[in-house]
Each structure stands twice: as C-alpha cells, then as structure tokens.
C-alpha cells in the first residue's frame, strides 16, 4: 500500500496531485471483489445466496482477467513508461494483482469445497464425482455420454504431426496424458468440455438435485474417445485470453460489421491467464505455459471446480428454503388504472426505484405508445437488453402499426455485442429504424421519448434511467428510472436524439447534462460551488452513490471542497481512487461501500442544503470514459416527491447501513459496520423489501403478460 505522505492543513494545489493521495484503480477493483467475497462467506446469507456470491466473485475475475490485466500486458509490450495515479508501473501493478488474486482465490476455493458445497450436499443438493454415484445411475449416465455428449466432442492429439490446438477464451478442457498399452512414451491430448452442454449433469433424472460436473463424466468414460491407449491421467485447465475490443470506426466503414468480426476475433487474442487444477503434472503444466507463451505467475492452481461461475445454475432449483426471501416488485399507483400510461405522466413527474418499484409500468408506458393512435412517434436507446427482450417486441409490433420508431443500439455493450447485434437486426426487418451511434463514442445514456399528438399540439413524454432497459437485472439492480412530461426535458431528448441519429452538434440544453460535451466540467461547477459556500461560511453538503470513482480532476475538485468544510458522503460501490480521511485534504470525505443481494447500480448526487439542495440522476459514474468517451446523461429531479424518494429510499439509508456497508478508510482497508445491536440493526436493501412486504404491493402486469 502506498504510504500516505503529511501534506498539513491547507493542502496547496501542486500537492493535491502527489500519488500518495490515490489508490491505485486495479487493486480498487479486487478491493471490491474481495467484498463480494466476503459477503459468500457470511453465514447469515442461505446457502444457494452464498454460492451466488462465489458465482460473482469469479465472473469479476474472468472479466477483470480479459480487460484490465490484458491492458497491463499491452502496457508493457509496447514499453509504456506512464505508471499509474499511485505511482505503480505496470509490472508492479501486475505483481500486487497477483498476490490478492492468489489469496483471495485459495479463500474461494475453500469457501466453496469445504464449506458451500458440504452444507448443501447435507440439505439435499450435491454435486458429487462419478466413484460416488450407484451403479444403475451410472448408466443412466453411461447412455447420456454415449448418446449426447460422444458425439460433440473432438479429441485432439499434440505431437510432432499434430500442431498445439487452439484454446479458445474461458474454455474449460481436460488435458489428458495416455500412451500404448505397450509402451511407456507419454502421449498428450486435449478435450474440450462443449460449453453447448450443461456443465451439470443431474443424477437420477430431470427434476434430480444431485449433479456431475461434465468433465468429471467426461473423464469416466475417456477409455470411448482412446480405445486401446492406456490413460495415465487426466486434469482440468481453463485460458483467459485478452477480450478487449477496440472498435476503430476509421478503418472501417460498417460499423455493425466491424464490431460482428471483433466478437469473433475475441476467442482469439493472446492468452492472459492459464488455470489448472491441483492434479495437474508439472510436465503437463509446462507444456500448457510454454505453448500459451505464459509466466510462471500467470499460472493459477486451484483444488476446486474451474469456471465456478458455471455453478450459477444452480439457483434455478425449486429451493426457497435456500434462498433469500422473494422480492415482490410494487407498482405505482398512478398506473393501476386501466387508463394510459400518458394520464398518469401526465400529472406530474414519476419516480421509480428499481427493484423495489416494478419494471411494469416502463412496459406500460412502451406498449401504450405502440397502440395509441396518438402516439406518432417513438425514439429510445438500448444498450443491454437481454434475452427475449419484451421491449424490442414493443418496438417492432409500434413500427408495425406505423409509428416512425427510431433505436439507437449501442453495439459496444461490453460482452453483450452479439445479442445486440441480433436486435438490431430484427428491429431492422420491422421497419425500425435503427442507428449505431456518435463516431468514437460509446453510448451509455438511458433515455426513451415518445411523441403523441393532443388536440392541436403535440407533447412529448420522456422516461430518463439509470440502468440499462433490461427487464431481468430490473430484478437484481437497484436503478432509477423517471417519467417526465416537463416541455423543457421533451425538448432536450429531441435534441439529444439528433445527435445521436443525425448530424447535430448541439453540446447545450435546457434541463440535461450531457456527455462528452458539459458533464465532467458540470460536476465540476456544482462541487466548486458547495466550495464557495463553505468558504462564505454558509451551508453546504455534497452527497452521491455511484458505481465507480476514477476521475483525477472530480476527486482533487472533491478535496478542496472538503479543505474549504463541506462535508462530503460518498458510496462508491465499486472502484474507489479517492483516499478519505487524510488531514487537510479528505478529512471530511466519508467513502462507504454496500454489497448486498442487489446489485447497487444506480447513480444520484446531491448538492446542496436546503432550499438550495439540487438532485441529479444520471447514467454515468465519474470515471475519465463516462466524462469523454461515451454518451452520457445527467438529469435534475425537479419535482419534491421524487427528490423525497431518492433522499428516504436511496441516500438516506445508505448513509445508515450498519449490516451491509464497509467504510474506506485512508489506509485503503474497507471496514464493515457493525450494528449496536440485533434491534439496532439496518440493512437498506433489505429495510426496503420489508417495507414492501409490510404493505402487501404487487407488481401490475404489462399488457404482454
């Protein structure tokens, strides 16, 4: 950890950038693995809930394997100098990423094999190795290999007459060594474990809770891909290789196109990180790493399952009793009524709070515009949607009717490029009219507009969001998401939509702030001016929950607020490069980070006391690629209820969390609150569910249900 250096109680600008004062990016991000982590080895969580947690632990670890540490290695292929805000070079930030990974995987694997795993196997749900299974199940089992998975797989010889077989990215394979029954020269092959087929195998039959892992039945029956080879052993091994895709618009003219051969190519970059399991021989392994062209530090051994992430499946069971308690989504009042979405609009701005809030209304309000006579127009963005997406139905069936539907599908939505390719092809075949985006800049902006004529006019309804417009994180993600008929917000997402579809240049607005044109330089203003305030000795407060906090000149503009007296309450889920609490620089700077079982998504910043308090939504956190690279927007809560709403059911109880919340500290450490007491105990996600549960509510089901 770096060592925070004195800087004295009035902190002059030229010190506000010594490296002392930021955490280093990278070690942030597994800072915040490590709390997911340690939320899979809470006791408290049931089990299927601990397992999600493990699950997630090491998903963020593949992506962060394919994104960050691939960068670090270009870093260092092509000799750049530049180290990192906190002055690490990137063969030391690679060796510190080693050490945590290291630690805190073997805490995993133990988490998941000696804990997770027995606990489970006790309430009825195993998963168990083939010496294990009866012998009528093993040949259930038996006819399955025989007559599903034999034929997909392809073993693949290495010897000097056949070339090392490529090893595609995250895929889990068996490397075999057998030789002649006769002979005891070694022989080395490779099987893939078919990602097509489930990784968990039940035992006893659809509807069984007792499962094998694939490549455990693989490797009982290897004697059917090698007929007379004597099989000497056989072990797991997994490769990340680097998925980072760069979309260079100026070399090529398709942009769908272009973005359709990144994702294929993306099997093919160069390998990150190799996995093996702890039989692995060491000639085995050698002969992996040699070919990958790895180090020894980028091979990881493990006693557990690889691609634990797989395990995932497992939530799918009909096992409430290992499960947290259903949250049951509630529905606005304002659209209970079999009257339009547009009425309830219409009477004023509407704020909903995802998952607490249901995901229908936005339904409601999509699939209305489709049927309204009215409604002439539709124009919204998608960046991650999902699978079965009812919104690109909505669109497609009010394309149909003969309403002008424009979409702008963001092709770049990291690991989602392939189904949004999809749906920007079907949107197209229904008339759609779909756009790709601004040259060079990703958008991440949540908008939708919807035109409809009334009486001699025409007004215009905007929904603004802080996620992405995905019914099934909807579920999982705490977002916001506001209904507007305001004129000004109207006129702004018309504009907004020209650039995003046309050749507008418009950087200014009336209400919304927009990136990269005037976000970065509009934060700044709003933390420069509760500096003054301070300064002038009058109230001022700055509060705001984001994903992530990266951006060198937001957090040196935060720590001059905080030297001028404001204080400052941030939560930062994830990426935390602000060191709190560091005299005359961050000493009134409180960083907060809840992990709980939703994921804490959305963005809200508060500015201001008072009269003078502004709150804003917006789909960017403060990082450098949200302020310049992407499309963003930021939008002001104009209405009191709605600002009430984020400060009772978003801020507020972040701030008080005492079960869920860990406090950053300047050391870099993050320390879990503790309630006083059982009674005194406050879990914000979970005071939310409660309050919903108390009240009875009910999601009002969408048109399409």
Known sequence: ??????????????????????????????????????????????LLDRL???????????????????????QLEASVTERSADGLSPTEQLKAIGEIVRRDGEIATRALIEDVLPKLAENGVRVVRWDAIETDQRKDLTAYFENVVFPVLTP???????????????????????????????HFARVKVPPSLPRLQPVG??????????????????????????????????????????????????LLRSVAANVRRRRFGAAIRLEVDNRCPERVRELLRGQLELALDDVYETAGPLGVSDLLSLLRLDRQDLKDTPCVAAASSLFSTPRSAFDAIKKGDILLHHPYDSFDPL?????????????????????????????????????????????????????????????????????????????GLKTHAKIALVVRREGNSMRRYVHVGTGNYNRVTSKIYTDLGLFSARPEFGHDASELFNVLTGFSKRTKYKRFTVAPFSLHEKVLALIAREEEKARAGRPSSIVAKMNSLVDANVIRALYRASGAGVPITLAVRGICCLRPGVPGVSDRISVSS???????????????????????????????????????????????????????????????????????????????????????RVDAQQTLVDRLARRGLRGVPSRSE
């Open 52 to 74: 999600k947690f493990l699950c997630i632990y090491h998903s963020n670890l593949d992506e962060f394997y394919m994104i960050r540490v691939s960068g670090l290695h270009d």
């Open 205 to 254: 039959g659809e509807g069984s809770a007792v499962f094998i892992l694939l490549e455990d039945l693989i490797e009982a029956h290897l004697s059917h891909l090698f007929p007379g080879m004597k099989i000497r052993g056989a072990s797991a091994f997994r490769v990340t290789r680097d998925a980072d895709m760069e979309v260079r618009e100026d070399e090529a003219g398709d």
């Open 594 to 680: 809840v992990v709980g079982r939703f994921l804490e998504h959305s963005r809200c910043f508060s500015f201001g006391v008072g009269d003078e308090e502004e709150i804003y939504i917006s789909s960017a956190d403060w990082m450098p690629r949200n302020f310049f690279r992407r499309v963003e927007l930021m939008v002001p809560i104009l209405d009191e209820k709605a600002k009430e709403k984020i400060r009772q059911e978003v801020l507020e109880p972040l701030i008080n969390d005492n079960s869920r919340a860990r406090d950053l500290g300047s050391d870099g450490e993050y320390r879990r609150r503790t309630p006083p007491s059982a009674e005194n």
């Open 363 to 439: 339904m409601r309000f999509l699939e209305d515009a489709a049927e309204d006579p009215d409604v002439l127009a539709i124009k919204m963005t998608l960046y991650r949607t999902g699978t079965d997406s009812p919104i690109v139905a909505a669109l497609a069936r009010a394309s149909e009717n003969g309403k002008q539907v424009a979409v702008l599908v963001e092709l770049q939505a990291r690991f989602d490029e392939e189904k949004n390719i999809q749906w920007a092809q079907s949107l197209e075949r229904a008339g759609v009219h779909v756009a790709y985006g601004v040259e």
């Open 156 to 186: 693949l010889a290495f010897d000097p007459a056949h070339p090392f077989p490529f090893l595609s990215n995250l895929s889990l394979s068996l490397a075999i060594e057998l030789s002649e029954k006769d002979e005891s020269q070694p």
């Open 1 to 46: 950890m770096t060592e925070v250096r004195p800087i004295g109680s009035s902190a002059p600008e030229d010190r506000l950038k010594d490296r002392s004062l930021y955490f280093n990016r990278e070690i942030s991000s597994l800072a915040f693995n490590r709390r997911v982590l340690e939320e899979a080895l809470d006791t408290g969580w049931p």
